[in-house]
């Protein structure tokens, strides 16, 4: 399939490039729970972990796991390597934008200086050009992705706006984030501000577990407690570490930060969940230690039922992620 592609875009201008994208691969049921346990350690940083795994379903031809691949590869040295090339383009041929957007900016100093930088498909030039026509043609679908792409192809605010208000959760948190620094315009005295938690709330109520982080954030800096005890709730139910790191803590009053019920069995099988999520190597992780804490005034009694109440959270509730960026450094 990839020959033929490349022999498509020898031979038809850019313009028609994307009439022969090749249709993506389906993966069978086995690959995707390989793929799945992948990106759950890519999401919790564990790069060796989630290599071999995701390396399973992107030689299957599935362009989310190329890409995923192509920044293993990319994030090992963070500069462009001919390894991490090959998964972008691999990615890119089937058009995917976010590598395309990779093999446009990411740095090639490193294999430029060693003088093994693979052979390219397209140059920097032409990948732009590739992902601006796609772009634009899936944006005038109502493709909010599409809409937030181009916006980081061409840093035109205009396009996150357009993201944003197509709903696409990422692109809503993404324009919230440049309200804060200061870009857009806003005569009307607050307008900004509420725009902002408009933007960051919209973006959490859809999902978007991030924008719970930074909505939970801002609820802070107006002394919220109650939404930010709510969002910190919801956030770790849907899988956060990092919120459920607060909601394990304030729910062992270690501190009493939003005045949640105290349920030191329920805040063992939370911080169980973390330790176990990511165990310390040389030293102990922040749920070791914030277990150690809650085992000196725990009974035995207390510790059983936290563990019982860890694992029938395992079964009702995501695994724990940081969740990254997908088009991050």
């Not at 795994?53 to 796991?65: F, N, T």
């Not at 208000?165 to 324009?175: H, K, R, S, V």
């Not at 577990?209 to 919220?224: G, I, Q, Y």
């Not at 407690?225 to 459920?244: N, Y």
Request: proline share 4%; hydrophobic share 40%.
């Amino acid at each position: 399939m990839i020959k033929n592609y490349r022999r498509c875009i020898r031979f038809f201008a850019v313009p028609l490039l994307f009439l022969c994208l090749p249709s993506q691969a389906v993966l069978m049921p086995a690959q995707q729970v390989v793929k799945q346990q992948g990106l759950d350690f890519y999401n919790m940083q564990k790069h060796a972990q989630a290599l071999p795994l995701l390396e399973v379903s992107a030689r299957a031809g599935d362009l989310e796991s190329q890409y995923y691949m192509g920044e293993i590869e990319r994030q090992k040295t963070m500069f462009m390597t001919s390894q991490a090339q090959q998964w972008y383009e691999q990615a890119a041929l089937q058009g995917d934008i976010y590598s395309m957007l990779r093999l446009v900016t990411a740095d090639k100093t490193l294999c430029k200086l060693m003088e093994n930088c693979g052979h390219t498909v397209k140059t920097p030039e032409e990948w732009t050009e590739v992902a601006r026509l796609l772009g634009e043609k899936r944006a005038s679908e109502g493709d909010g992705e599409a809409m937030f792409q181009l916006y980081l192809l061409t840093s035109d605010l205009d396009w996150l706006v357009k993201s944003a208000e197509a709903g696409f959760p990422e692109g809503q948190d993404w324009l919230a984030i440049q309200y804060q620094e200061g870009k857009g315009n806003f005569l009307i005295p607050g307008k900004r501000k509420r725009e902002i938690e408009r933007l960051f709330l919209a973006a959490a109520e859809a999902g978007f577990v991030p924008a719970m982080k930074n909505l939970r954030r801002l609820l802070s800096s107006k002394k919220d407690l109650k939404g930010v005890a709510h969002w910190t709730e919801v956030a770790a139910q849907s899988g956060d570490f990092g919120a459920m790191s607060s909601y394990a803590a304030w729910t062992a009053h270690m501190p009493n930060r939003v005045d949640y019920p105290l349920d030191m069995v329920k805040a063992y099988g939370l911080t169980l969940l973390l330790a176990q999520a990511e165990p310390g190597t040389w030293r102990k992780s922040y749920g070791e230690k914030a277990l150690d804490k809650l085992l000196a005034v725990m009974s035995a009694e207390q510790i059983e039922a936290g563990k019982a109440f860890a694992e029938d959270w395992k079964g009702t509730h995501p695994r724990l992620s940081r969740f990254l960026p997908k088009y991050g450094y």
